[in-house]
């Protein structure tokens, strides 16, 4: 029997999101921590284009600007594009567009973004599609562009059982692993590098080869 695919409405957390976030939970979650580090690592600065993919209600996207990137935010929420179009109103530099699969079917030419960079949205991905939503996130990356993924990830299939067993919350999830990453990534001549927050929140991050 084939699984049906989970899904979500994530209009219906437009409104109480932010608030939800702020309270930034050091055992599981570390929010603004982790954007701190995804922002970091992406080089954002004057000149440089960054794809902000599940930007939600805008909030990395916000930090992106302050770093004088040009930003283009992606989400399947229109809701929480509002909510980001209010909270960057009058910002320079910021694209936001509503597309219903973002990690998959990003409307931009190749090579068209220094970074591509995501948090807290990865997990929302069907474990059969991530392959080729790395594929898709990499096709629009530049060469010598940086990915940069903060998220609810696992290092293994053992330690993904033993934390969904003990949180029944967690079973409504679609968590990466970082050794089903390693793979994918290794096949398109990169390597991942990582760094663990809490017991399930990671920030995973790699460079694409220089064109040849």
């Not at 948090?119 to 790395?134: E, L, R, S």
């Not at 003990?166 to 999830?173: L, R």
Request: aromatic content about 10%.
């Amino acid at each position: 029997m084939v699984e049906q695919e989970k899904t979500w409405d994530f209009d219906q957390w437009a409104d109480t999101y932010d608030g939800w976030v702020s309270a930034d939970d050091p055992i599981y979650f570390r929010y603004d921590t982790v954007l701190a580090r995804v922002l970091s690592l992406s080089g954002a600065a004057r000149g440089k284009r960054i794809l902000d993919i599940g930007t939600g209600t805008g909030n990395l996207a916000a930090h992106l600007l302050d770093l004088g990137a040009e930003v283009v935010g992606l989400d399947p929420s229109q809701k929480m594009l509002e909510k980001a179009a209010v909270k960057l109103e009058g910002r320079h530099g910021i694209e936001l567009k509503r597309v219903e699969e973002p990690f998959l079917e990003i409307p931009y030419g190749d090579g068209s973004f220094d970074a591509v960079v995501s948090t807290y949205a990865f997990h929302h991905v069907h474990p059969g599609k991530k392959p080729a939503c790395i594929r898709e996130m990499m096709r629009v990356l530049k060469p010598g562009g940086t990915w940069v993924v903060g998220d609810l990830i696992f290092q293994s299939e053992d330690d993904e059982k033993m934390m969904v067993d003990a949180h029944d919350w967690m079973e409504d999830e679609y968590f990466a692993r970082i050794d089903e990453l390693l793979p994918v990534l290794r096949d398109m001549g990169m390597m991942l590098k990582s760094e663990q927050y809490t017991m399930i929140t990671w920030v995973v991050w790699t460079i694409k080869p220089p064109a040849a």
